[in-house]
């Protein structure tokens, strides 16, 4: 049994006002200039916007990655700034699961580990248990041939598969996903599209993808759009 932490009604996460500057040298840069939305639970949102727009930037905000410069981000209910580094580990490992743009797997270790390793940190669950779970879900993005591969031995796209299980096999409120699609072929996109509609179906797992796949964002609930560090609701795809 996780020992997991509720909140929150029916929003999976929320950010109010939130802003970031990057100080480079004398001129600061303003990327996100205040940004305020809620996800609910089981929602599946897309953010599109332009390279540079803020997109990475503010998914880091959400999984407590990086520090807004002021704002406030709430997941299950919970405001991250009032949270303590452990605290905010810890609602990061039972409510988050993320898909980084550059997959960052852990190079020494095997696909199954790599996928296992969300598992491992809440200590609460027996090795084994969490070993099966990875093995599970490595199975359902078709890599149960590859589960003692090193990420070197791995094709870009199994990579991201392996990345994508691992945000998926917690079982999270939340998945961030940025650009969860972009290195795979036609066929293996796809296929991971259906896998995440599917997840967000059966388990209720909210979706917040960072996507220039507007095949995917056409399938989404909502779309919304990065611009000049504001985020706004897009109506009508078409016009993109
Ligand atoms: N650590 C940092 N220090 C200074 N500037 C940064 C830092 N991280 C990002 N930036 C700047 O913030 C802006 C937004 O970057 P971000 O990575 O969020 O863009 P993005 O929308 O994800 O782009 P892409 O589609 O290319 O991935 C960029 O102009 C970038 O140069
Ligand atoms: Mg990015």
Redesign the pocket.
Same mark, same amino acid.
């Given at each position: 049994m996780t020992n997991r932490i509720e909140g929150g009604g029916d929003i999976a996460l929320e950010c109010v006002d939130l802003k970031k500057s990057?100080a480079?040298g004398p001129i600061g &840069?303003d &990327?996100l200039k205040g940004i305020s939305f809620q996800l609910k639970k089981g929602e599946f949102v897309a953010v599109i $916007?332009n /390279? $540079? /727009? $803020?997109? %990475? %930037?503010l998914l880091h905000m959400i999984g407590g990655l990086d520090t807004p410069s002021s704002g406030q981000v709430r997941v299950s209910g919970q405001d991250f700034s009032a949270l303590s580094d452990r605290q905010r580990g810890d609602v990061r490992n039972q409510h988050i699961g993320i898909v980084y743009?550059f997959h960052h797997l852990l190079a020494e270790f095997s696909a199954l580990e790599n996928v296992a390793m969300p598992l491992m940190l809440r200590k609460t669950e027996p090795v084994k248990s969490a070993r099966n779970r990875a093995k599970k879900m490595l199975e359902r993005v078709g890599l149960s041939h590859r589960l003692d591969h090193k990420p070197a031995e791995l094709s870009g796209g199994e990579r991201q598969r392996v990345a994508i299980a691992r945000a998926l096999v917690t079982e999270p409120t939340v998945v961030l996903a940025d650009e969860p699609t972009g290195n795979l072929d036609i066929h293996t996109a796809k296929e991971i599209q259906l896998l995440m509609s599917e997840l967000n179906q059966d388990l209720g797992i909210s979706f917040l993808i &960072?996507t220039h796949d507007l095949g995917l964002a056409g399938k989404v609930e909502r779309v919304l759009k990065?611009e000049d560090g504001h985020l706004m609701s897009v109506e009508n795809l078409e016009s993109f």
């Open positions: 990057y480079e &840069v &990327v $916007g /390279s $540079g /727009s $803020g997109k %990475t %930037t743009q &960072v990065m």
